[in-house]
């Protein structure tokens, strides 16, 4: 956790809160948080009273409006449009879903908040519930996520007996179901239309769209679907208000949201932190800096489906524009630090590995690129490739990118060509000492032509 | 019919074209005959955006779009042939192709291969792949008929999705995921439907192949014939297959108005019996007691010289013909004219079920909607009826109905494919039919269930003779839910739209004898008629079962359903036919059977097969017995003279299916040596018999057909097109040549169904049984 918020100073006064404040990690560090009498002790679902009393519905979209909370999914949708896209009445029910599918690697923070606080996101699920006028909402957990699973499974069952899900809730005539469904593992079963056919009870394969699923969803139904922490945010948000809420962030990138630190840093870790504080902030004071006082060769800063980020860029703002102009996104929120001692072919493998692991299957680019691409970094990675694979590898990428069902396929190139752009030579280094330039079995015989890690 | 649809314009490399609102801009390329390359596509199943394949370039739009998902919008400007197309395009093909195991000198597939074909036509020419492809063992079995080869898919999903969506049968699935991904069977499931076939015809590779398919011929080496399937009354639209002289297959040449562009493995595989060895090649004499080759003329003069021998000795009413349900309109109607105009008998008749007479004015008994119908039916009712063992393909197109949202009831003694799916099922004693639809009758007329004044009226007229058949009496004698029943009654009487089907062979039960008329007088009563998705009729056993009919292979009825008593068909036909016709009804096909002629002509039909020991006593007595068949049948084996004929696949003519379509049949084969086609046959007997008949070819004869009978006034070979047409025929616009074309016509009045039940009912209402074979 965030334990060194207090030692970090600023001049900025007209923050509510405080520069750093904890909206959606609060309370996450109470000893049995997850059990709902201790969640309520500590203000657990007063927000929900509020919601159910003072709000209409239609006020509470607003309401979200303008918190400008964005989507914590990967793609930074904003939450307030989307679910205003949902048809006013329709004659199949509607639904919302709460994607607790997290499998990005790098992404570990939907997992905290369902293993810590269960009922904040179940909280969370009955604002948006009423807000979106839905009646019945499901909660699709990862399947691997075993602990995570039963926490929450158990926080619906003590907000069933204690009467906050279910029929009139907190005698505001208000009903909602909610069912917790597990996956049975596979990353495309996050991607929201793969997510609705497995929860249908079908193989998870991406839909078609349009229709988007505000319009056909789940069963045919309009549908809301937002990740843990979109809806974990929103008790907050209630409780706080949009103005508070809003006040931290970026012009475009309001509020907070959580980090995922990972890699060659001294402190790893989950860290809630205003949009737009910068990378060095996180790697640096929060994370405590480069383990062992290696140097930092590169920073892939929203997951492993986005484009690697150099030292040089290591002041980039961390909201969705600054790191688009970056050319790189925000993703996830899965920040992964590699130091100079990481053989950027065996990470670049490592993770398109994943991708033709996770590929569905549906589509030609992806299921067939992947595949190859995997042959071919292997054989680089090994010391075996060719230095024309090199500009294959790009072509593979370039016949995928923008051709494949969806964003997976699209999302497995992003390692690729941004380490090729940013790394050729280490791959050159590859073939021409069939051996990789650092790390295990590492020779630098060509190394005097490769960019040294302080040069970046 | 034409609602003014709403066009949307666009133009696809640079060519301006018009389509629907809502089309995909596959189909506006299609319109434009602009190939887009497709593989999980298929017109028939939703659009599924898989394989990567129908890149088009859209202007405006960022990335390349795929042609089977995007639908049109006005001003778009689509191309086929960018650069970014053509690398797009080229870059799915060698992804394709890098685990293709390449194959193609001994796939089946080869030649007709839609990989092979867009390879060379969009693919990059060569391929930068190096490395392991994977590797599956090779073809595993995924039924009986059907194997798998792994290496060669393209997981396309299109027989998984066929198998799901459109036959709604157990059948194949994708099991794993990524490259690893592979079609699969549940092993608690097999993949055993009547449809299975056409996920082969639908692999674009060779991954799906059939069994008795494999490695026997190269897809250029076959002469392929559009043509109808000849193996059940529903009369697909096929394409026939020929190497050298075997039929291989028959695929589907998509007729949306009766197959919707699928076969089922009867039609596509079972055609062992026209590539038979034991098939005749000569003309046979009984000598000695035993069947002997002679020659066909000596065969034919043999033949007349009998006939005109039992005619003068005995008289022209000791001849008698049994016909075919098999054989083609123009043989039906030669045959029946062979023996009324030439030999001067009425005792012509064929294997059928029991339908009252026909007057004019009066819909002959057939379905009353069509198969395309069904689709817009709110219910079907199917009442003795096993369409996916007898009729499959109605079967399918019941399917695709429930998934429209109609309610099904199932009504049969036995299990039937269909339970699962349907809203109902209802299962009785067998042969109890006609007690059932007499006590839907008696719930009907005595619930006030009627619609209409007409229909009121009619149920007025019906009361009295349904008043004892109640549904208690039905659950007593054919162990029915009576409340099951009251229930199905509702749902017809309230139908938007009911189609009430039985099957023909129901009608023979002992139950069943005025089952035709009750079953019309189900949906008469209840508003059931007239309009698509309603109506009531027989679904029909065989091929021609309908064309046999209304060729007037009846003792009683001329061809087009006039009586034989008629004094106007008389005049006309007897002019046309310049002789003098019989004016009495002839024996029915049991009474034949029953020593009532002593020379039978028997033209492809096979009595002996189910006939009881009197009736083969009786066939053994004939003084004289000649046979057309492809085989040595039972009955042949009795006869004095066979003649070997040909299968519908060696000759020319026309069919008229369930639903009354009549459509073309085409020679896609030669004639086995030595065997002649049943029309050329019977030409040859006229003219032993000095007939002088000159027909050289079967347009000649539906011609004539057109000229003489007046239900299929009009028909010739060419207004039959492609497709066929369905009667009652209206007259059509006439062609650019001037010539007259002729249109079927959709509207079956009240007068027409009204006129059938009334001629089939004594004064009070009571039905008279109709005679049919077993009588
Ligand atoms: C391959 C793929 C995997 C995804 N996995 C997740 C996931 O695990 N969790 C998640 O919240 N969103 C995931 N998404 C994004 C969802 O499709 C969707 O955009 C998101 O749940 C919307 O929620 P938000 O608007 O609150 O971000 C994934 C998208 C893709 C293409
Ligand atoms: S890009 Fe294609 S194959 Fe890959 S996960 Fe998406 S739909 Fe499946
Ligand atoms: S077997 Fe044929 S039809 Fe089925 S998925 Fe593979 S390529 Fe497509
Ligand atoms: S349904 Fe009948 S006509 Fe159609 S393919 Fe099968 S056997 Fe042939
Ligand atoms: S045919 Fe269009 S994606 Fe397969």
Redesign the interface.
Known sequence: MADSVDTITTENKTLPLGPYPRFVTRNMDVPGIDRIEVYREHGGYAALAKALQSFQPEQLVEEVKQSGLRGRGGAGFATGMKWSFLPPTSPKPRYLIVNCDESEPGTFKDRMIMELNPHMLVEGVIIGSYATKVHHAFIYVRGELAFAGRQVERAVREAYAAGLIGKNILGSGYDLEITVSRGAGAYICGEESALMESLEGRRGYPRLKPPFPAVVGLYGGPTVINNTETISTLPAIVEHGAAVYGAYGTEKSKGTRIYCLSGHVNRPGNYELPLGTPLRTLVEDFGGGMRGGKQLKAIIPGGSSVPFLLPNQLDTPMDFESMAAAGTMLGSGGVIVLDEDTCIVGAVLRMTEFYRDESCGKCTPCREGTFWLVQLLERLEHGGGKESDIDLLNDICDNMLGKCFCPLGDAATSSIMSSIKLFRDEYIHHVRAHACLVGPGATRAHAASVTPVSAR | MAEQEELVNLTIDGQPVSVPKGSLIWAAAQKLGIEIPIYCYHPKMD???????C?VEVEKM???ATAC?TTVAEGMVVSTTSAKVK??RA??L???L??HPLDCPICDKGGECDLQDFTLRYGPGGS??D??K?HFEKPIPVSENILLDRERC??C?RCVRFTQTVAMENGLV?E??????EVGVDPAAPFDSIFSGNVVEMCPVGALTAKNYRFVTRPWELKKTPSVCGNCSVGCNVRVDVRVDKVLRQYSRTNDAIDDGWLCDRGRWDLDWINDTERLRTPLIRRDGQLQPVSWDEALRFVAERLRAVRDQRGARAIGGIGSTHTTNEEAYLFQKLLRAGLGTNNVDHAHGRFPATEPGALPWAWSDSIAGLEQASHIVLLGADPYHRQPIVDLRIRKAIRAGARVYVVTPEANRLDRLVAGVIRYTAGHTGTLARALLNIITSDGLARGEQGAQRAADRRASVAQETPERAAQVAGVDADALRELAREIAGAKGAVILYDEAATLEPSGATLAADVLDLALITGNFGKPGAGAGPLLADNNSLGARDMGLLPDTLPGYRPVGDAAAHAALGGAWLATLPAEPGLSYTEMLSGGVKALYVMGANPARDATPEQLAALDALDFLVVQDLTLTETAQRATVVLPAVAYTEKDGSFTNTERCVQLVRRAMQPLGGAKADWEILVGVARALGLGWTYLSPAEILSEIGRTVPLYAGVTRRSLGAEGVRWPFAPGERTPEGRATITGSPSITWQMLAEGVARAQKPGGELIAPRGRGE
């Open positions: 659009p599924l955006g898989a394989c990567r394949m890149f960022p990335k390349l998902t690398k797009g870059g799915t060698e992804f394709l890098i685990n930068r792949f490395l392991n994977r393209i997981a999903q994708m794993q995921r990524g490259f690893r991904i």
